[in-house]
């Protein structure tokens, strides 16, 4: 079996990781021959893309009503041809809309959204007075008529129920029965922590969160948390890693509030499992989550999850169990189970035994077995 994967790009995300986790698991497969082509510049991965089978293309694929490419279509046909994929398979919205381009008939396509891509909603009266929604549509109608309509051999996979929902409501009538929920997996030999030593309430309790410094990731109400912790004279401190276009109003909010010395902007960091080792809690702050790989890869160090509901990682936290999800935003909520938590040896030991237990079912190889089996499923036979 022949699978070529496409990605935007190799820049910090689950998507990218995902990808990268995927391929390196398939090296272990010998029946099994990928390619992995990334349109943009920039590798945030390299310690992991180094022993990846992947390709740099010319990209990405932006069309507009003016312009319709900017992307070597004969570059991608040349790779096709010579590969000779069973199955393309194509990871965010701009990697499938790359995708496009050219349309074998005898290739299987599968759509890996990772999220409720907007960009497949359906009209609605906003469509017309909003210039994203607009544009949005216009490049939901290329992929209908230009791909879908031209092989009916697509199939999208959803991360999450609330996912699977949203295309199952998007996606064209003529390819509804062809969306599958598959979760994602990850390394958790590379996270897990053997023996993980739970902290005596007389210690100074380290939380951590991870994720891109961006609107839907609101790690303001982190800070907000860390204010309130602070003022209850409770010891702590606070790792956020990771970057993006949000982090200078963060860090503004932290000093604003006088709590250098407690909340520290890490920015990106390779191995994060250190940080995760050296941790007691995870704290999350999303509100709208399509996924939560980054909470599997915390559960995997032995860390129980205190998280905002983020929709799609509804299914990674149950409560007194891996750890608590809490549909308000309340950072009076949240510090009080925080500080409950960290005197609760017993507790802290139970959640954490119970997170790596959870978070193993995840790991990457299971997870490759239930993809490459929905591959067979749907693989055109000659």
Same mark, same amino acid.
């Given at each position: 079996?022949?699978?070529?994967?496409?990605?935007?790009?190799?820049?910090?995300?689950?998507?990218?990781?995902?990808?990268?986790?995927?391929?390196?698991?398939?090296?272990?497969?010998?029946?099994?021959?990928?390619?992995?082509?990334?349109?943009?510049?920039?590798?945030?991965?390299?310690?992991?893309?180094?022993?990846?089978?992947?390709?740099?293309?010319?990209?990405?694929?932006?069309?507009?009503?003016?312009?319709?490419?900017?992307?070597?279509?004969?570059?991608?046909?040349?790779?096709?041809?010579?590969?000779?994929?069973?199955?393309?398979?194509?990871?965010?919205?701009?990697?499938?809309?790359?995708?496009?381009?050219?349309?074998?008939?005898?290739?299987?396509?599968?759509?890996?959204?990772?999220?409720?891509?907007?960009?497949?909603?359906?009209? #609605?009266?906003?469509?017309?007075?909003?210039?994203?929604?607009?544009?949005?549509?216009?490049?939901?109608?290329?992929?209908?008529?230009?791909?879908?309509?031209?092989?009916?051999?697509?199939?999208?996979?959803?991360? #999450?129920?609330?996912?699977? #929902?949203?295309?199952?409501?998007?996606?064209?009538?003529?390819?509804?029965?062809?969306?599958?929920?598959?979760?994602?997996?990850?390394?958790?030999?590379?996270?897990?922590?053997?023996?993980?030593?739970?902290?005596?309430?007389?210690?100074?309790?380290?939380?951590?969160?991870?994720?891109?410094?961006?609107?839907?990731?609101?790690?303001?109400?982190?800070?907000?948390?860390?204010?309130?912790?602070?003022?209850?004279?409770?010891?702590?401190?606070?790792?956020?890693?990771?970057?993006?276009?949000?982090?200078?109003?963060?860090?503004?909010?932290?000093?604003?509030?006088?709590?250098?010395?407690?909340?520290?902007?890490?920015?990106?960091?390779?191995?994060?499992?250190?940080?995760?080792?050296?941790?007691?809690?995870?704290?999350?702050?999303?509100?709208?989550?399509?996924?939560?790989l980054v909470l599997l890869e915390a559960m995997a160090a032995g860390l129980p999850c205190v998280i905002l509901d983020g929709i799609g990682n509804r299914n990674l936290v149950k409560d007194d169990y891996n750890g608590y999800l809490f549909s308000e935003q309340n950072a009076e909520v949240f510090?009080?189970?925080?500080?409950?938590?960290?005197?609760?040896?017993?507790?802290?030991?139970?959640?954490?035994?119970?997170?790596?237990?959870?978070?193993?079912?995840?790991?990457?190889?299971?997870?490759?077995?239930?993809?490459?089996?929905?591959?067979?499923?749907?693989?055109?036979?000659?």
């Open positions: 079996m022949k699978i070529l994967y496409i990605i935007k790009s190799l820049e910090k995300g689950g998507a990218e990781r995902y990808a990268l986790d995927l391929c390196l698991e398939l090296n272990k497969r010998p029946n099994i021959e990928y390619k992995l082509l990334v349109l943009q510049d920039g590798n945030d991965y390299e310690y992991l893309s180094s022993k990846v089978n992947y390709q740099k293309v010319d990209g990405p694929f932006v069309p507009s009503i003016l312009r319709k490419t900017y992307v070597n279509v004969d570059q991608y046909k040349e790779i096709i041809d010579s590969f000779k994929p069973d199955i393309i398979h194509t990871h965010l919205f701009r990697a499938e809309l790359f995708s496009s381009i050219y349309i074998p008939q005898d290739v299987v396509f599968v759509v890996h959204g990772h999220d409720n891509m907007r960009e497949f909603r359906n009209l #609605s009266f906003n469509t017309f007075f909003q210039k994203s929604l607009l544009t949005s549509f216009y490049e939901k109608q290329l992929l209908v008529n230009g791909k879908y309509k031209k092989n009916k051999n697509t199939y999208f996979i959803a991360n #999450s129920p609330d996912t699977l #929902s949203y295309f199952q409501s998007t996606v064209p009538s003529f390819l509804k029965q062809n969306v599958k929920l598959i979760e994602i997996g990850f390394d958790f030999n590379r996270f897990h922590l053997p023996k993980r030593e739970v902290k005596p309430p007389n210690k100074k309790f380290s939380l951590i969160n991870i994720g891109r410094y961006e609107e839907r990731k609101n790690q303001k109400f982190i800070v907000e948390i860390a204010h309130l912790l602070k003022n209850k004279g409770f010891e702590f401190e606070v790792n956020l890693l990771g970057t993006g276009d949000c982090i200078d109003k963060v860090k503004n909010q932290i000093r604003e509030l006088h709590l250098e010395d407690r909340v520290f902007v890490r920015g990106n960091v390779d191995l994060v499992e250190e940080y995760l080792s050296k941790s007691d809690l995870y704290l999350h702050s999303a509100y709208y989550e399509p996924f939560g510090a009080k189970k925080i500080i409950e938590l960290s005197k609760d040896t017993p507790l802290l030991e139970k959640l954490s035994q119970n997170a790596q237990k959870f978070a193993k079912t995840y790991d990457i190889s299971e997870k490759t077995n239930e993809l490459i089996e929905f591959y067979q499923s749907i693989i055109v036979k000659p």
